[in-house]
């Protein structure tokens, strides 16, 4: 199985800073990676596929890159809005895998 | 607009089984593959198999061999997930998405398996 490895677990930054949350596969994933976001008791949306794509009507603050086994995330401009859960994962493979989660708040 | 619908929240006995639904909709329900992932409340993401609805071929994760089976009626869009043998370890959300991807997901439906 491909582990996904995602740093930091958790995060404090205030409003308008700059986030980065990477993403480390234990193999080469072919740009095969995602990104997610969830909020306390809803289920996750897309926000970014294939490693830098923008999902449909995701704002483009957000934002992705990387290739082979290493990925990153980031959010350029900090919202109150983005108050949650992020997740990567990969699916070049099966069993689909998901990196731990950042959670991110507001400091 | 893509939808999953999925049914409601589930109370069961430990040993009994769950079977959950996912009702799709705004796509052509065959052309995606259904995957099932759960969440136990405050942890991660935890991806459970997968179904290709034209076929009906699936998959799962080895820890869910010999307990789950997935299955479809695409006459109504509808895919299904049931879980065997269950113990307090599977109170969990449970989540349908479209394609492994997982591009789209259902809302969730919550299972509680307790005595």
């Known amino acids: 199985d491909i582990q996904m490895t995602q740093s930091p677990s958790s995060l404090s930054a205030s409003v308008g800073d700059r986030v980065t949350i990477t993403c480390q596969a234990s193999q080469d994933i072919d740009l095969y990676l995602n990104w997610f976001q969830q909020k306390p008791g809803k289920a996750p949306t897309l926000l970014i596929y294939?490693?830098?794509n923008l999902a449909t009507g995701v704002p483009s603050r957000f934002s992705g890159s990387g290739s082979g086994a290493d990925y990153t995330f980031t959010i350029t401009s900090l919202q109150p809005d983005d108050i949650a859960t992020y997740y990567c994962q990969q699916y070049v493979d099966v069993p689909v895998t998901f990196g731990g989660g950042t959670k991110v708040d507001i400091k | 607009q893509v939808q999953l619908v999925q049914s409601g929240a589930e109370v069961k006995k430990p040993g009994a089984s769950v079977k959950v639904s996912c009702k799709a909709s705004g796509y052509t329900f065959t052309s995606y593959d259904i995957i099932w992932v759960r969440q136990v409340t405050g942890q991660g993401l935890e991806w459970m198999g997968w179904?290709?609805?034209?076929?009906?071929?699936?998959g799962q994760a080895r820890m869910f061999e010999g307990r789950i089976t997935m299955t479809r009626d695409t006459s109504i869009s509808t895919a299904y997930m049931e879980l065997r043998g269950l113990t307090s370890e599977d109170t969990a959300v449970y989540y349908c998405a479209r394609a492994t991807s997982a591009d789209y997901w259902g809302q969730g439906t919550l299972v509680t398996v307790s005595s």
């Open positions: 294939d490693a830098s």
């Open positions: 179904m290709t609805p034209s076929s009906g071929a699936t």
